[in-house]
């Protein structure tokens, strides 16, 4: 993540010279002054309102990051661990990032605990470590759920939906699930990444992100997983189950592997891998000492 996005910052830029442009214009072609203080006041309150997140973001980014955090994130996060003092350095201010601006609510509105909001955001600045052009996909935020599942109708604690990703938001998540995947050992499954990739997917698509992979000219990447998805052979597949249901699952379940098992996923499905490397913009591997760097 960047402390100001190119995007936001181009926007500002454009509009603050736009705003006492178009004032003096239209003093010049009336004659009357008061126009040009008037797009002058505007261009004030536009400021005023437009570096509030630029500014939000940077005192953010530049906070200091809590000992206790980093001792949990030591704990539980086996990529966090692996990376060296600068990785850290980035991955705590995205994390920050992260935190300032993403909403995470109890379902009901509960209370939800530094612990759980501190795991919820390392699962972002997990994901999106190779790629910091790119933001958290969750715009509608995070609601975490008590206990391990839910059910369709969302009442805690009967069914068995650990984690859910409606594509109008919000982020849905079991607490404890949540918690298990960042039990610190690589058994591939992480929930919070599960959700977050469905996320992730989406916004690639509606972006016209492009890959390359194994081929000779870029491919959008709808079509790209589709094909991964196509000639993945199941019966012999490290993926669980689920992830046959459909080309969304399958991605959803080679990201949690991909993070937490990197090398079984590199050894079993080494063209998924480079997919979803290339995806990612990082080979996780060499992160968590799996791979010379
Ligand atoms: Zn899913």
Not at 225 to 231: D, L, P, S, V, W
Request: glycine share 10%.
């Amino acid at each position: 993540m960047r402390t100001v996005p190119a995007f936001d910052l181009f926007f500002i830029i454009l509009h603050a010279l736009l705003i006492p442009l178009v004032g003096l214009a239209a003093w010049l072609v009336t004659g009357l002054p008061a126009l040009l203080a008037l797009a002058l006041a505007l261009l004030a309150a536009y400021l005023l309102l437009a570096l509030r997140r630029p500014l939000r973001r940077r005192q953010a980014a530049g906070a200091p990051f809590p000992g206790e955090w980093g001792e949990l994130l030591l704990s539980r996060s086996p990529f966090y661990r692996g990376l060296d003092e600068g990785g850290r350095m980035r991955f705590e201010r995205d994390v920050r990032l992260f935190l300032a601006e993403t909403r995470i609510a109890g379902s009901g509105g509960a209370p939800v605990s530094w612990t759980t909001r501190l795991l919820v955001a390392a699962g972002a600045a997990t994901m999106l470590h190779g790629r910091p052009e790119w933001e958290p996909p969750l715009h509608d935020g995070v609601t975490v759920y008590p206990g391990f599942a839910f059910d369709r109708y969302y009442r805690p604690g009967r069914g068995s939906i650990a984690g859910q990703a409606p594509a109008g938001g919000p982020l849905l998540v079991a607490e404890k699930s949540l918690l298990e995947g960042f039990a610190g050992e690589r058994d591939g499954i992480n929930v919070m990444i599960h959700e977050m990739a469905h996320y992730f997917d989406l916004e690639a698509r509606k972006g016209g992100l492009r890959v390359v992979v194994d081929q000779a000219h870029p491919i959008p990447w709808g079509a790209a997983i589709e094909k991964a998805y196509g000639r993945h052979d199941f019966s012999a597949s490290p993926l669980p189950d689920y992830a046959a249901r459909n080309e969304a699952e399958f991605f959803a379940c080679a990201s949690e592997m991909f993070f937490e098992d990197p090398r079984r996923l590199g050894a079993s499905c080494p063209r998924l891998f480079s997919l979803l490397e290339e995806f990612y913009g990082q080979d996780p591997r060499v992160v968590l000492g799996e791979r010379a760097s």
